[in-house]
């Protein structure tokens, strides 16, 4: 049996098409990454437990790692995904805002370190509750077993994650609210949740030292190396919204391989992705400066919409060029090679921006 000792209610989530469900991992042994607000999350393995093996150790510990990283992901994308829906034209979606796994969201050694660590069993548990959304609202909180959505009981086992997704997409995309039962430390709890209007972007991190990021059309993923290169929640939202506009903007779809793109971040999420497959970053071509442009634009008012300060945008870019040149394989720059271009249009976009809040205008490019 695990206790935990102390809980906390995180704001992380991804998204999955249109469903309302959104999958992602949930928290682990660890403390809160710099800058966030939730309290240390202890979980413990009673002493009467089998013994650890070192394979099973290694597995609970790069599990509880990934988990981090994506936690800290998640309550960074909050406010960007949110508060662009409009922005996201087509892209935004009506959603819940709430992670839900269990011990079948794993694999091989993981299903040792999900059960062990994370207390899941055959039931789908939420793992994340995103501030501000509907599911907050409601007091839909981290741990909570779900049990039904508008009196249909949902799903257990091995593809319960999937499986819910198909019922609750289709509710919460026709419906205002949505009526969940889930069950609370033995007692079943009725709650009516809110749809939530946010951009319907799935936000992964990518399992690899090196320092970039990619967008596909529908996802967005940023290596540990990059998170780790950024280092401030602001720096992380640049890089965040950068490819979200790639993606509203249709980039992905049209200048690269959506297929490649797509195959390198389905690699890059596993917890021991393949690095072989990245060498040259695997065909994907160079964005034109152009089109880099026009997302550094959109991307730096996505981050003012949503509370961050564009004041270091510049700062940020030119740091990353400097110290990972165009000549680094698997690099950012190589892929956005049009560095002064860039540095260009931010300046200017910057200087939009500052004009338009000085003056009370509406955020808008």
């Not at 990934?66 to 935004?92: F, G, K, T, W």
């Not at 997409?169 to 709650?191: C, F």
């Not at 950024?230 to 939202?237: F, G, H, K, V």
Request: hydrophobic residues 40%; contains cysteine; aromatic residues 6%.
């Amino acid at each position: 049996m695990v206790r935990q000792h102390t809980s906390t209610t995180l704001a992380s989530w991804s998204l999955v098409a249109a469903a309302s469900l959104l999958t992602a991992c949930t928290t682990y042994t660890v403390r809160p990454t710099d800058g966030a607000s939730e309290p240390a999350v202890v979980r413990t393995i009673d002493q009467d437990q089998p013994v650890v093996t070192a394979k099973m150790a290694a597995a609970r510990e790069e599990l509880g790692q990934m988990v981090a990283l994506q936690d800290r992901l998640y309550r960074i994308a909050a406010p960007l995904l949110i508060n662009n829906a409009d922005l996201c034209r087509s892209q935004a979606r009506n959603l819940l805002g709430f992670t839900a796994k269990n011990r079948y969201s794993y694999s091989g050694e993981y299903v040792d370190a999900a059960t062990a660590v994370l207390n899941y069993g055959d039931r789908l548990e939420v793992a994340s509750v995103l501030a501000g959304s509907g599911a907050a609202k409601a007091g839909l909180k981290q741990g909570d077993i779900l049990l039904a959505a508008e009196g249909k009981e949902l799903p257990r086992g091995a593809n319960a994650e999937t499986q819910a997704a198909g019922i609750l997409g289709p509710l919460a995309s026709s419906n205002k609210t949505l009526n969940l039962m889930v069950e609370r430390k033995n007692v079943n709890v009725p709650l009516k949740v809110p749809v939530t209007r946010a951009c319907a972007f799935k936000i992964d991190i990518g399992n690899v030292d090196n320092i970039n990021a990619y967008a596909d059309g529908q996802r967005v993923l940023i290596t540990r190396g990059m998170v780790n290169f950024a280092q401030s929640d602001e720096a992380i939202a640049y890089v965040l919204a950068k490819d979200m506009a790639h993606n509203i903007l249709g980039h992905a779809a049209t200048t690269r391989s959506a297929y490649t793109v797509a195959s390198i971040i389905d690699n890059l999420v596993t917890i021991r992705p393949d690095t072989s497959m990245l060498i040259g970053s695997a065909g994907v071509k160079p964005m034109p400066q152009e089109l880099d442009g026009a997302a550094d634009r959109l991307s730096l008012y996505m981050v003012a919409r949503a509370g961050y300060s564009t004041a270091g945008a510049r700062a940020f870019w030119q740091r990353l060029t400097t110290q990972y040149p165009a000549t680094v394989l698997n690099g950012y720059t190589a892929n956005h090679p049009s560095v002064n271009y860039r540095l260009s249009v931010i300046d200017k976009t910057v200087a939009e921006i500052r004009s338009k809040q000085s003056s009370n205008k509406p955020l808008v490019p």
